[in-house]
């Protein structure tokens, strides 16, 4: 009777499993199969978020009562605001702008942006969801510049 486990057999089985380990590394690779999958994070990209009180036109009146008249602005300012909860991040405008100098009052606004995902990078030849990789779902996305009409910390002086 031969015996099940030779030193041939012994040696073999470590191989195999490294080539199947070199092979899926490879496949994963080359997108061929595919072991993440994406889950999406409910985040909030703002990074000091100012509250907006009111929108008339292209004017923003901020929860700190300072306003804002939005320069060049051709769109609907309702929807991307009321699609950022009604809050909004402000810039200095010269980090942006290298024409303006430090004591600008124009600023950049920023809004909570729902960013879209293509699936590409999330496909393969044959899928197995086993890790999972965090997505955020917004983005701070800029709307335009913006300048300070008032502000009330200039009244107190």
């Known amino acids: 009777m031969r015996r099940f486990w030779s030193t041939r057999t012994a040696f073999l089985i470590p191989q195999c499993v490294l080539l ?27 990074l000091s978020p100012n509250t907006v009180r009111s929108i008339s036109g292209t004017k923003l009146l901020l929860g700190d009562g300072r306003t804002l008249r939005m320069d060049g602005y051709d769109g609907n300012l309702d929807q991307p605001i009321q699609d950022s909860d009604f809050r909004v991040d402000m810039e200095p405008g ?64």
């Open 94 to 157: 010269f980090y942006f702008d290298d024409r303006l100098d430090r004591d600008s009052p124009r600023v950049l606004i920023l809004v909570k942006h729902r960013r879209r995902y293509c699936g590409r990078p999330f496909m393969g030849l044959i899928q197995m969801p086993l890790l999972p990789v965090d997505v955020p779902k917004y983005s701070r996305e800029p709307i335009g510049f913006a300048t300070v009409v008032h502000d009330p910390a200039d009244d107190d002086t």
């Open 20 to 46: 199947g380990l070199i092979v899926l590394v490879a496949a994963d690779q080359l997108q061929i199969v595919q072991f993440n999958y994406p889950r999406f994070v409910d985040n909030d990209p703002l």
